[in-house]
């Protein structure tokens, strides 16, 4: 079993105003994609800025090449102080939803707004010269205001009415830039009705986008469709692994933020194709234990189940902070006391799962979180309890955690009788608890093998390296003692139970001091981390 931990940023449009709690209202779209619709925007108006320059500078080196004298290559029109407003419209939209905090709907709503502004700029400057010099015969024309509405149609998942609102207006603009040019003498023609029937198909395209914006926010919609799990709605997705994949998640009701672990059958079935239907059973009854564990040190399962495609999922809490692997990435070594103190936490959350009869199998530092609840800093929280080996009323070949396919166990934090594939107990995890021990004292792995094959081996036939050897950090005699016990190659030889391991932590001498400042993670309040897939 590997668990993978990500950290994602709550965006403002994840509130509990957002959720979408009544089931005969229409689907609200889901977060990620209005966020990447959202970042499509912010291109594409960096993307227009970028014409608005070129094309007015093309244009005065065209009439350059071709009428040298022409006095328009050189001098400043008026349709190039068009384009100038164009060009900064553009650039201050891009760099304010940069440099700015929007929620996503909100940004797809200032597009359309955009696409009207960027619409009078084009009908102004398309018109300033006459293009026929019978305007009035009514000869239709298409412009660039056309395709410019389809393109925000098929990047901005608009609601249909609000595209045929803002795709009317933009489609309006050439006429009316046609009736300002008239206004300035540029055109002459008496009929209103000619300047709009000659851009009949701005208007046919505008309502085109409508039906191009329905089939998207319908889609949209399916997706929010297919995301709901019982009570809860997907949001982002924040990662993904060999298992299946990682969303943020909200109850429908309670609006309260959950993290959701979908998983493949077929990752838990392995080669076997007759094995997800069982795969399913045997993870509703070892996901019913998991559910039953309690320990403020362990993570929150709240739900699990099968969706109508077959997917397994499992509903966890959301929690504030870092994992071990990413402190220790960021800090190098810890002082020994502070590791003294996590350890006494990991292994309250451990006693409890080896008291009813459950197996981690996978204790490493990525699994391990470190976060802030209440005033109390450095918190312990024991990840990725969703999957876990039961040793209790079950055959071992009749575990998630043994069936084909399934890697169990990290190879730098793993035990010698796991990798004699031996029946293994409790005392697995705190082989495993010891290898994380002496990674947070040293920032070193107790064996470092060139591949995954050759570390395994080290634990099953070496010694380790006492860790005061292997840091700089001041390690006293008892607390090496202890990592050292937990790191003995026969299970017998290590301590009994996570509760004997604790008492025994909580003799070392300097267990009591106070050491090393708190996880940083009272500083990031925008940052969640989650068990992973």
């Known amino acids: 079993m590997v668990a993978e931990t990500q950290v994602v940023e709550r965006m403002p449009s994840e509130t509990p105003a957002d959720l979408q709690t009544d089931p005969g209202r229409p689907r609200r779209l889901p977060d990620d994609l209005l966020r990447q619709a959202s970042h499509r925007f912010q291109i594409l108006a960096l993307v227009a800025a970028g014409l608005w320059f070129l094309g007015p500078l093309l244009g005065h080196l065209a009439l350059h090449f071709a009428s040298p004298a022409d006095p328009r290559a050189t001098n400043f029109r008026f349709i190039d102080g068009v384009a100038l407003v164009g060009l900064a419209t553009s650039l201050a939209l891009f760099f304010y939803l940069r440099t700015t905090r929007r929620s996503p709907g909100f940004v797809l709503d200032l597009a359309l707004v955009y696409l009207v502004l960027t619409a009078i700029d084009l009908g102004v400057m398309i018109h300033w010269g006459p293009v026929s010099t019978t305007p009035s015969a009514g000869e239709p024309m298409i412009t660039w205001i056309g395709p410019v ?285 010891g290898c994380v021990a002496y990674y947070l004292l040293t920032a070193r792995l107790v064996f470092e093998g060139a591949n995954a094959m050759q570390t395994v081996l080290l634990h099953v036939q070496q010694e380790p390296v006492r860790p005061a050897a292997r840091t700089g950090n001041p390690i006293s005699p008892a607390l090496e003692r202890v990592i050292l016990s937990c790191l003995a190659k026969r299970p017998e030889d290590r301590p009994r139970s996570a509760s004997e391991l604790a008492a025994l932590l909580a003799a070392v001498p300097e267990g009591g001091e106070e050491s090393g400042r708190p996880t940083p993670t009272g500083s990031l309040p925008r940052e969640y981390s989650h068990p992973g897939p």
């Open 149 to 433: 509405i389809l393109m925000t149609a098929a990047i901005v998942p608009a609601q249909p009415w609000k595209m045929l609102v803002a795709g009317l207006l933009a489609a309006s603009m050439d006429p009316i830039g046609m009736l300002i040019a008239r206004a300035a003498g540029v055109y002459h023609f008496h009929s209103v009705a000619t300047a709009f029937l000659m851009h009949y198909p701005n208007y046919l395209m505008a309502g085109v986008a409508v039906v191009i914006s329905g089939v998207v926010t319908r889609l949209g919609q399916q997706v929010t469709k297919a995301r709901e799990m019982g009570s809860y709605r997907l949001g982002a997705r924040i990662g993904s692994g060999g298992m299946g994949e990682v969303y943020l998640a909200h109850h429908r009701m309670l609006a309260r933020p959950a993290a959701i672990k979908l998983i493949r059958p077929e990752a838990l079935a392995g080669d076997d194709a007759g094995k997800p239907g069982l795969a399913a059973t045997r993870f509703r009854r070892e996901a019913e234990a998991a559910a039953r564990l309690k320990s403020p040190h362990t993570v929150q399962l709240y739900d699990f189940g099968v969706t109508d495609q077959g997917r397994l999922y499992l509903v966890m809490e959301l929690l504030e902070g870092i994992t071990l692997d990413q402190l220790v990435t960021a800090e190098g070594p810890l002082p020994a006391p502070r590791v003294v103190r996590i350890l006494r936490q990991v292994c309250e959350s451990l006693e409890e799962a080896h008291d009813v009869g459950l197996v981690h199998r996978d204790i490493k530092p990525a699994n391990i979180h470190l976060g802030r609840v209440g005033r109390q800093h450095d918190f312990a929280k024991v990840l990725d309890f969703g999957l876990v080996k039961s040793v209790a009323g079950a055959d071992d070949a009749d575990s998630l955690a043994t069936m084909a396919g399934l890697a169990v166990g990290t190879p730098a934090y793993m035990a010698p009788e796991m990798v004699h594939g031996e029946v293994v107990d409790g005392r697995a995890d705190l082989y495993s608890l």
